[in-house]
């Protein structure tokens, strides 16, 4: 059984709207990030909360918003959407308040593809 | 500013071949480094990780990885594949000072295993 889920798995959406990707993570853990994967660059880090708490944030755009309302949930809002947030984002989480330990545990992934 | 560079970007081998991955780093400071699979459509799973001690760290079905300091590098090894480990692998370094809680990934490489 996957122990981080994360839906849609594959959304479509039309510039200038606005999505959710939802994250629950079935592992106990306190940490939780999304990562973004695009075909343009590498595995990026977007955020990392700790305790719902925002512990990092290195994504430019205020478009992004995390979302947390329990330990195990972090989801991402995504507003006034652009044909190149096209990526797949991956939400991951970790034991303990540290991703210092370099383990992560990623979720499936949700595709999204702005037109 | 941590920098991850995987110089291969496809790696073909036959099944039962050995066969290394290359990671090199560029960092400071102490660090964490960690390698991760990625098959098509799913998310990254971690393999193994480094911080201090044997150089040789022992991952998840035989693969291996040894750190140099000497050469910023961090290679991923495994003797004999099987085609199902065909897939992606990032490496990926994250600071092991504190706050830092975020993994700097490589761009990846493709490893295709011939049966």
Not at chain 2, 13 to 19: A, L, N, R, T, Y
Not at chain 2, 62 to 85: I, N, P, T
Request: neutral net charge.
């Amino acid at each position: 059984d996957p122990k981080i889920i994360q839906k849609p798995k594959y959304l479509v959406a039309v510039t200038g709207s606005e999505k959710i990707l939802i994250c629950e993570q079935y592992l106990g853990h306190n940490a939780m990030y999304w990562y973004r994967q695009s075909a343009k660059k590498p595995l990026e880090f977007m955020f990392s909360y700790s305790y719902q708490k925002l512990m990092d944030n290195q994504t430019a755009s205020s478009r992004f918003q995390p979302q947390s309302s329990k330990k195990n949930h972090l989801d991402l809002q995504i507003t006034a959407l652009k044909p190149d947030d096209s990526a797949t984002y991956f939400c991951a989480s970790s034991q303990g308040t540290n991703a210092n330990t370099g383990q992560l545990y990623f979720g499936e992934g949700s595709k999204l593809t702005v037109l | 500013t941590q920098t991850v560079s995987q110089s291969d970007a496809h790696v073909t081998v036959f099944e039962g071949d050995s066969v290394e991955l290359r990671c090199n780093y560029s960092y400071g400071g102490s660090i964490y480094l960690s390698w991760y699979i990625q098959h098509h459509g799913h998310g990254l799973q971690f393999l193994l990780k480094y911080y201090s001690g044997n150089p040789v760290v022992q991952g998840v079905n035989g693969f291996e990885a040894e750190f140099s300091k000497s050469d910023s590098s961090f290679h991923l090894r495994k003797a004999s594949v099987h085609w199902s480990d065909s897939a992606v692998y990032f490496c990926a370094v994250s600071s092991a000072t504190g706050g830092n809680n975020k993994l700097t990934f490589g761009q990846g490489t493709v490893l295709s295993v011939i049966p």
